[in-house]
C-alpha cells in the first residue's frame, strides 16, 4: 500500500463525526461494547490519534507482514478496551494490514462491520480490498466491490481499474479485461502503461500475439513512454514469436533490442531463432545470432542451424553451405543434424541434389572453402534417392572438390549400400575407411549389421557386434531390433539368444518383437 496514501487515512485531523460508530470488530470477534460518548473533534492528543500514529508506525516498520499484522490487532484490540470507535484510519489500517498477508475473508469481514458501524468506506479502502482480490483473481468479488463503488458514487480511478484489470488477467478473463478497458476510457479515466502492461502480459500467457501488438501501438499511440518501461516489447515479442508472427517479432525485436539494448534470455532466442527458420529471415536469425554471443552465450550448433533453415526457405543453398564453414571457423565442427535443413530441402530429388553439387563446384572455383560438412550432406542426400550410383560418383569427386572425407563420409555411403542391398561396396567402403585411418564410431556399426541383415549370409553381423562390444561399447537397441527381425525371417534360433542379450542391456523387448518368431513358426 502506497504510504501516502496510508498517511493520508490514518490523518488524525482528517477524521469527521460521521466516522465513529460501535465497535463490534476485533481479531477476538467480542461482543458489541456500549457506545460511549461521541468525541466531536480530533485533537492530536485524543485518545484515538494517538492509536492512529501507532498503527501508521506499525505499517510503516519493516517486518513479516503477519508479525505487523498481529501488532496492528493488538492496537486494535487496545482501542476496543478503552470503548472508543474505530474510524476511517483505524478500518484502513486493518484492511492494509490483511491485504499484506493476502487474507481477503477477513477484509471482507471488515467491510461488513464498517458498514454496521455506519462507517463509510472511502477510495482507498476499496482499492485495498481490490488489490488483494486481483492477487488471488477472485472476478466475481472485485465486481461486487466495483457495483458498490458505483452505487455510493465513488469514482472509479486508474488505480482502481488497474487492479480490476490485475485479477482479471490473473483469472486468465483476457475479453472480459478488454471490455473493462474500453469502459475505462469509455468514462473518461485514461489508462496508465501499467495497465496496458498487465493486459500485454496476459495475452503472452494465453499466446495472443495480434492483441498483444494491438494494446502495444494503442499505447504508443496513446502518447505513453513505452520506452521508459521497454520490458512491454519484449513481452509482445515472446507473444509474436510463441504465435510465429514474423512482423511483430521483428517490430519488437528492433525496438526492445536495437533501440533499447535489452538482453533477451537464451530461450527467447532460440524462440526468436525458429520464426526467422521459418520464415526465411536471414537478418534477424544473423541478429539473434550476434545478440547471443554479445550476452556471454558460446557459440552452439543449434544456434547456426536456423541461419542455414532461413537460406535454405530463401532458396540460397550457396549461403546455407557457407553457414558450415563459419561455424568450423567459429570452433563449431558442424554434425550431420545441422544439416539436416539442406538435406531436408534436397529431399530425394536428384535434380536439386546435382545442383547443390554443382554449388560446391562453383565455391571450389571462387577458393571459397568447402566444408567437409557440406560435401557429406550431398553424399547424404543421394543415399536418401536410393541412388547408388549418384553417391559413389560423389564420394569419388572428394579430392577434386579439396575435402578429406571423414567418418560420417563413409557412413553416408554405407547408407545408399543398405538402401540398395549392396554389401560388396559397403565392403570396399570399410576397407577405405580402414586404409585411410578413420576409426569406424557407433553408427558405423549399426550401419554395417543392418547392411549385413540385407543379405542371405548375415554372420558378419555377429561379427560387428562381438567387435562392438570388445571395445566395451554396448551395441544400439536399434543393432538387436534388426537382427532379431532377420533372425526370426531366418527362423534362427539364435532369436532368443539376442531377446536375452537386449533385455541384459536393459532394452525393452516389445511384443512386436516376440512375435516375430511366433509369426514364422506358426506359418510353417
Known amino acids: 500500500m502506497n504510504r501516502l496514501i496510508l498517511s493520508k487515512a490514518l490523518n488524525p485531523l482528517r477524521q469527521t463525526k460521521s466516522q465513529w460508530a460501535s465497535v463490534r470488530y476485533s481479531s477476538t470477534q467480542q461482543a458489541e461494547k456500549p457506545v460511549k460518548k461521541m468525541v466531536t473533534y480530533m485533537h492530536p492528543t485524543a485518545p484515538l ?5 501507532s498503527l501508521s508506525h506499525h505499517l510503516n516498520a519493516r517486518g513479516p507482514p503477519r508479525r505487523v499484522l498481529e501488532n ?11 470503548n472508543l470507535r474505530l474510524d476511517l484510519g483505524t478500518y484502513n489500517a486493518l484492511l492494509t494490514a490483511y491485504s499484506r498477508v493476502r487474507e481477503q475473508r477477513s477484509m471482507m469481514r471488515v467491510l461488513e462491520d464498517m458498514e454496521e458501524n455506519k462507517v463509510e468506506p472511502n477510495l482507498d479502502s476499496y ?22 463503488m458505483k452505487e455510493k458514487n465513488i469514482p472509479l480511478t486508474t488505480q482502481t481499474y488497474y487492479q480490476l484489470l490485475n485479477g482479471m488477467c490473473k483469472a486468465d478473463e483476457l475479453e472480459f479485461a478488454l471490455d473493462t478497458l474500453d469502459e475505462m476510457k469509455d468514462t473518461g479515466v485514461a489508462p496508465n502503461l501499467h495497465c496496458y502492461a498487465i493486459l500485454i502480459g496476459s495475452c503472452l500467457r494465453l499466446s495472443d ?75 534477424l536469425a544473423t541478429d539473434v545470432i550476434r545478440q547471443l554471443s554479445t550476452s556471454g552465450y558460446p557459440y552452439k550448433e543449434h544456434y547456426f542451424t536456423p541461419l542455414m533453415e532461413a537460406f535454405t526457405v530463401k532458396n540460397d543453398l550457396k549461403s546455407a553451405f557457407n553457414v558450415l564453414d563459419i561455424m568450423r571457423v567459429s570452433g563449431i565442427p558442424p554434425s550431420m543434424r545441422a544439416t539436416l535443413p539442406i538435406r531436408k530441402q534436397l529431399d530425394r530429388n536428384v535434380d536439386a ?25 550431398i553424399v547424404g542426400a543421394c543415399a536418401d534417392a536410393k541412388d547408388i550410383e549418384r553417391t559413389i560418383a560423389t564420394y569419388r569427386e572428394a579430392d577434386s572438390l579439396g575435402v578429406t572425407p571423414n567418418v560420417d563420409t563413409y557412413n553416408a555411403v554405407l547408407e545408399a549400400c543398405i538402401q540398395t542391398r549392396m554389401k560388396g561396396m559397403g565392403t570396399v567402403v570399410v576397407d577405405e575407411m580402414k586404409k ?35 571395445y566395451d561399447i554396448v551395441p544400439p537397441e536399434m543393432c538387436y531390433t534388426n537382427l532379431a527381425k532377420k533372425l526370426g525371417y531366418e527362423k ?27 509369426f514364422e513358426n506358426a506359418s510353417e
Open 127 to 148: 482499492n485495498i480490498i481490490l488489490e488483494s482480490l486481483a492477487f488471488v483473481g477472485d472476478v466475481r468479488s472485485q465486481s461486487k466491490i466495483k457495483n458498490e
Open 353 to 377: 541434389i546435382d545442383k547443390a553439387y554443382y554449388l560446391l563446384e562453383e565455391m571450389k572455383k571462387e577458393d571459397k572453402t568447402v566444408d567437409i560438412s557440406a560435401f557429406n550432406v
Open 436 to 470: 585411410a585411418g578413420i576409426n569406424p564410431n557407433l553408427e558405423t556399426y549399426a550401419k554395417m549389421i543392418s547392411l549385413a541383415c540385407t543379405q542371405r549370409d548375415y554372420e558378419d553381423a555377429f561379427t560387428y557386434l562381438e567387435e562392438m562390444k570388445s
Open 209 to 283: 500475439a495480434n492483441t498483444a501488438f494491438d494494446l502495444l501501438k494503442d499505447a504508443e499511440t496513446s502518447g505513453l513512454a513505452v520506452e521508459s518501461q521497454p520490458r512491454v516489447y519484449m513481452d509482445v515479442m515472446r507473444a509474436g514469436a510463441n504465435g510465429d508472427a514474423a512482423d511483430i517479432v521483428n517490430y519488437c525485436w528492433d525496438k526492445a533490442v536495437g533501440v533499447h539494448t535489452l538482453r533477451p534470455d537464451e530461450g527467447t532466442c532460440l524462440n526468436v531463432l525458429r520464426v526467422a527458420a521459418k520464415t526465411g529471415d536471414t537478418k
Open 49 to 53: 490519534a494517538k492509536f492512529n500514529n
Open 72 to 82: 496492528i490487532l493488538r492496537v486494535v484490540d487496545d482501542i476496543k478496551k478503552q
Open 492 to 518: 534362427d534360433p539364435r532369436f532368443h539368444m539376442v531377446l536375452e542379450e537386449m533385455e541384459t542391456f536393459g532394452y525393452k523387448v516389445t511384443p512386436r518383437i516376440r512375435r516375430m518368431w511366433t
